[in-house]
Structure formats: structure tokens, C-alpha cells
């Protein structure tokens, strides 16, 4: 299921890092702007976002390891250099305390989320990814960041995955009972 990848080799759809990764989300009751000393609620700001930018505080999820969820071919550059790089949360699956939850896990019953099977050498527990819990990280950074790249998914793990991301982001939505 997994390699551990080289340093010298590109980065791919399926490369999963190790570090300090976090999973922002917004909640517009609790977006906060940062002026200078000052954290103002951004309904309280009159002239937020004219400059197109402001330091905000938003609440997040932190995780231990993240995936890259971007396509290879993307990170490749092949038909022009990609800006930023999707990644996706993973989590332990020791956070569902629920047995039927995490056998749908274990099994990919649950369209937002994909197993991932432990690796002891890499310190990675039995995980899912979280398709709805994305961050973008730019590609020149994620590209230093290399060293921290633990495992790769081989195929057709790694073609899995992206089938799977895509099929959450590309999914109709549906008015039903």
C-alpha cells in the first residue's frame, strides 16, 4: 500500500507528511480580525478585506499527518505550475468511538472519508482522510518541505484516493426527505 519515498522523487497525489498541519474552517459568528493589537469581530470592521487581505483568527483542526490530494500530473507542472497544493486532514480512526462508524470506515462506506491502514515504521495509527477537511498550502513551501514526507501510496491506492476525492467534490446534491 505504501512507499517511503525518496527525497529526489516529485511529489505525487498519495505523498502523506508528517508535522504540525492545520485545518482551518469558517464559522462567520466567530471570525475575528487582527489589527495590531487589537482581535475585532469582522461584522465590527467596516473596511475589512479592502486591501483583498486581513490577518483573521478562525477555529481549526490540528493533525499530526496530512495528504496531498492535488493531482501528480498538477504538481508536475505539465501544463502549467500549480500555485497551491490541496491537502487533506488525517485522522485516527481511534477518534470514532462508534464500531458501526468505524467499520464503514475501515470498509470506504462513507463518501467523506478514506481509510488508510497503519504503518508502525512511519508512526501512522489506522487512519482516514477527510475530504472535507482541506487546507492549501503553496507548492514552493510543500516542495522544502519534502523531508517531511513519511510514506507515498502506491497504485492503485493512490489512483483510489483521488477517484474517491473526486467523487466527493463532484457529487450532486440532491433536495430529498
Known amino acids: 500500500m505504501y512507499e517511503v519515498p525518496s527525497p529526489e522523487d516529485i ?18 459568528a466567530e471570525i ?4 495590531g493589537e487589537r482581535i475585532i469581530p469582522s461584522r465590527e470592521v467596516n473596511d475589512s ?19 496531498v490530494l492535488s493531482n501528480t500530473c498538477d504538481l508536475a507542472g505539465q501544463k502549467q505550475p500549480l500555485e497551491l497544493v490541496t491537502l487533506g486532514a488525517i485522522f485516527s480512526l481511534e477518534m470514532h468511538t462508534n464500531a458501526d462508524l468505524k467499520k464503514k470506515c475501515e470498509t470506504n462506506k462513507i463518501l467523506r472519508y478514506h481509510h488508510l ?5 512511519a508512526g501512522l495509527a489506522d487512519s482516514y482522510v477527510h475530504f472535507g477537511m ?10 522544502e518541505y519534502k523531508g517531511h514526507r513519511v510514506l507515498s501510496l502506491l497504485s492503485p491506492h493512490k489512483e483510489s484516493l483521488g477517484h474517491r476525492f473526486g467523487e466527493f467534490i463532484s457529487r450532486v446534491a440532491i433536495d430529498g426527505p
Request: charged share 20%; aromatic share 14%.
Open 117 to 121: 491502514r497503519p504503518h508502525g515504521d
Open 32 to 35: 475575528h480580525i487582527a489589527r
Open 134 to 143: 482541506l487546507t492549501q498550502i503553496s507548492f514552493e513551501t510543500l516542495s
Open 49 to 67: 478585506w479592502q486591501n483583498g487581505t486581513e490577518a483573521v483568527l478562525l477555529p481549526a483542526y490540528r493533525t499530526e499527518f496530512a495528504v
Open 11 to 28: 511529489l505525487c497525489q498519495g505523498d502523506i507528511f508528517r508535522g504540525d498541519f492545520v485545518f482551518p474552517f469558517i464559522d462567520p
